[in-house]
Nanobody, 123 residues
Framework: QVQLVESGGGLVQPGGSLRLSCTASVVSGSIFTINVTDWYREAPGKQRELVATITSGGIATYPDSVKGRFSISRTISRDNAKATVYLQMNSLKPEDTAVYYC??????????WGQGTQVTVSS
């Protein structure tokens, strides 16, 4: 089982920046079983949307809606017990307002969701 803890959301003005964090730990297992981590967002009345993906090898992909503004990265703790995936969001727009969720996918085929963190872009 994977435990995910998200943080970093908040209120920001248009054009501003935020960095979200998603820290993963694996209960009775290795953090290296997580091979892909995604960030999604869900705005009121809209479907959940994928905004960034990073593989365990560090390959990052983005949809056109956020490409050039969002950046995903991943670090492993020194004791190899936790992995943190960051989502750096720059040049934020009101349409980026949503609840942001991270999702960890493991090589065994299961996946886990974080609790979500609210991002509000408003003047």
């Amino acid at each position: 089982q994977v435990q995910l803890v998200e943080s970093g959301g908040g209120l920001v003005q248009p054009g501003g920046s935020l960095r979200l964090s998603c820290t993963a730990s694996v209960v009775s297992g290795s953090i290296f079983t997580i091979n892909v981590t995604d960030w999604y967002r869900e705005a009121p009345g809209k479907q959940r949307e994928l905004v960034a993906t990073i593989t365990s090898g560090g390959i990052a992909t983005y949809p056109d809606s956020v490409k050039g503004r969002f950046s995903i990265s991943r670090t492993i703790s020194r004791d190899n017990a936790k992995a943190t995936v960051y989502l750096q969001m720059n040049s934020l727009k009101p349409e980026d307002t949503a609840v942001y969720y991270c999702n960890a996918r493991r090589v065994v085929g299961d996946s886990y969701w974080g609790q979500g963190t609210q991002v509000t872009v408003s003047s």
